[in-house]
T-cell receptor, first 112, second 112 residues
Framework: GQQLNQSPQSMFIQEGEDVSMNCTSS?????WLWYKQDPGEGPVLLIA?????ELTSNGRLTAQFGITRKDSFLNISASIPSDVGIYFC????????????FGKGTRLHILP | DTAVSQTPKYLVTQMGNDKSIKCEQN?????MYWYKQDSKKFLKIMFS???????INETVPNRFSPKSPDKAHLNLHINSLELGDSAVYFC???????????FGPGTRLTVT
């Protein structure tokens, strides 16, 4: 079945560093969604992308919809402690637009 | 003013019991979902309902039975609970199927 491959699986960074993570698939996606999950909470939508090549920002977060429509990346600039959590990419593949598939997540840790 | 709410937040029960988890959304969305998140934090869709009609059933054991009395509610009933059912169950909703999803806070089910 369709899969979304997220990398890296985990990141350990210092506060203030920039972060980059990505998501790839063998299938074409028409929408890319990025979510963040805090411990003990449900995932929260950060950014939604709808067009190939689209670059969208939300505060210190920037996400891009890859030109091939098979990938997306999320950047976080100047990380702060509250950025800790799990970041998921998700989207409906083109041939199943009624179903959202989630990646396995990138776990972001910030070192003291 | 909670958008997607679930009850209970925690559920501890013994093997063989039957239990229900309730979900309500006040966003006016047409589509609701149940997801299971395992100990590795992988999110897997279980069911999706659009306007009270089942549209996705992802190879879930028939011990799991969703019920949607109206489009604002999607409850999950689980019969004959097993140890492997222990997980966090998330309800979500979206304006249309395959659209941006908004998650509830999760129900942590522990089967002993």
């Amino acid at each position: 079945g369709q899969q979304l491959n997220q990398s890296p699986q985990s990141m350990f960074i210092q506060e203030g560093e920039d972060v980059s993570m990505n998501c790839t698939s063998s299938s074409i996606f028409n929408t890319w969604l990025w979510y963040k999950q805090d411990p003990g909470e449900g995932p929260v939508l950060l950014i939604a992308l709808y067009k190939a090549g689209e670059l969208t920002s939300n505060g210190r977060l920037t996400a891009q919809f890859g030109i091939t429509r098979k990938d997306s990346f999320l950047n976080i600039s100047a990380s702060i402690p509250s950025d800790v959590g799990i970041y998921f990419c998700a989207g409906p593949p083109m041939n199943r637009d009624d179903k959202i598939i989630f990646g396995k997540g990138t776990r972001l840790h910030i070192l003291p | 003013d909670t958008a997607v709410s679930q009850t209970p937040k925690y559920l501890v029960t013994q093997m063989g019991n039957d239990k229900s988890i309730k979900c309500e959304q006040n966003l006016g969305h047409d589509t609701m979902y149940w997801y299971k998140q395992d100990s590795k934090k992988f999110l897997k869709i279980m069911f999706s309902y659009n306007n009270k009609e089942l549209i996705i059933n992802e190879t879930v054991p028939n011990r799991f039975s969703p019920k949607s009395p109206d489009k604002a509610h999607l409850n999950l009933h689980i019969n004959s609970l097993e140890l492997g059912d222990s997980a966090v169950y998330f309800c979500a909703s979206s304006p249309t199927s395959g659209g941006e999803q908004y998650f509830g806070p999760g129900t942590r089910l522990t089967v002993t």
